[in-house]
T-cell receptor, first 113, second 112 residues
Framework: DVKVTQSSRYLVKRTGEKVFLECVQD?????MFWYRQDPGLGLRLIYF???????EKGDIPEGYSVSREKKERFSLILESASTNQTSMYLC????????????FGPGTRLTVT | QKEVEQNSGPLSVPEGAIASLNCTYS??????FFWYRQYSGKSPELIMF????GDKEDGRFTAQLNKASQYVSLLIRDSQPSDSATYLC????????????FGQGTTLQVKP
């Protein structure tokens, strides 16, 4: 079974703090993704990575950065958290190719106060 | 125009009925199509995928794809209250990056 894990289920941070969200997958997937999900806005792609040290911006990269030093681990970094980054953050991974689905982690509910 | 469109609902059906969820997409070169189910507070989980025109059945679920009309649907037969969730349509476009474009999801309510 594919397993995608995220470092925290719930996180509360203060405005201006640097926040790290970590994601680990155990199926040797090339691709990893970070999304945020907000009511009425659906899933929005923040960044994705198709190989170690490779990354591409998604639809809403502003205020975020990512790091992928090892194939199994993909980190999302909020350099200076703001209240409008309060959201559910979902990590996913997949193999490369037209017919492979994305597997999601359990999500991190981040609240910035 | 959004790349992947779904009616947000809620779609309400009685227990035992057929629920029909629809999705349209704009990229004519799209390769494959996925249906995810998401319970409140949980992450999306894959129900079915389809990449050829026609129907694909898996238990009570049937995915239908019509590439000429750029339309994909999910039918749930004998709907159960446990099917109440948000259903996300996702489309892999003509690139091969692994990216999926998600619709906003349709909320399904199955009433006992």
């Amino acid at each position: 079974d594919v397993k995608v894990t995220q470092s925290s289920r719930y996180l509360v941070k203060r405005t201006g703090e640097k926040v790290f969200l970590e994601c680990v997958q155990d199926m040797d997937h090339e691709n990893m993704f970070w999304y945020r999900q907000d009511p009425g806005l659906g899933l929005r792609l923040i960044y994705f990575s198709y190989d170690v040290k490779m990354k591409e911006k998604g639809d809403i990269p502003e205020g975020y950065s990512v790091s992928r030093e090892k194939k199994e681990r993909f980190s999302l970094i909020l350099e200076s958290a703001s209240t409008n980054q309060t959201s559910m953050y979902l990590c996913a991974s997949s193999l490369t190719g037209g017919f492979y689905e994305q597997y999601f982690g359990p999500g991190t509910r981040l609240t910035v106060t | 125009q959004k790349e992947v469109e779904q009616n947000s609902g809620p779609l309400s059906v009685p227990e035992g009925a057929i629920a029909s969820l629809n999705c349209t997409y704009s990229d004519r070169g799209s390769q494959s199509f996925f249906w995810y189910r998401q319970y409140s507070g949980k992450s999306p989980e894959l129900i079915m995928f389809i990449y050829s025109n026609g129907d694909k059945e898996d238990g009570r679920f049937t995915a239908q794809l019509n590439k000429a009309s750029q339309y994909v649907s999910l039918l749930i037969r004998d709907s159960q209250p446990s099917d109440s969730a948000t259903y996300l349509c996702a489309v892999r476009g003509s690139s091969n990056t692994g990216k999926l474009i998600f619709g906003q999801g349709t909320t399904l309510q199955v009433k006992p």
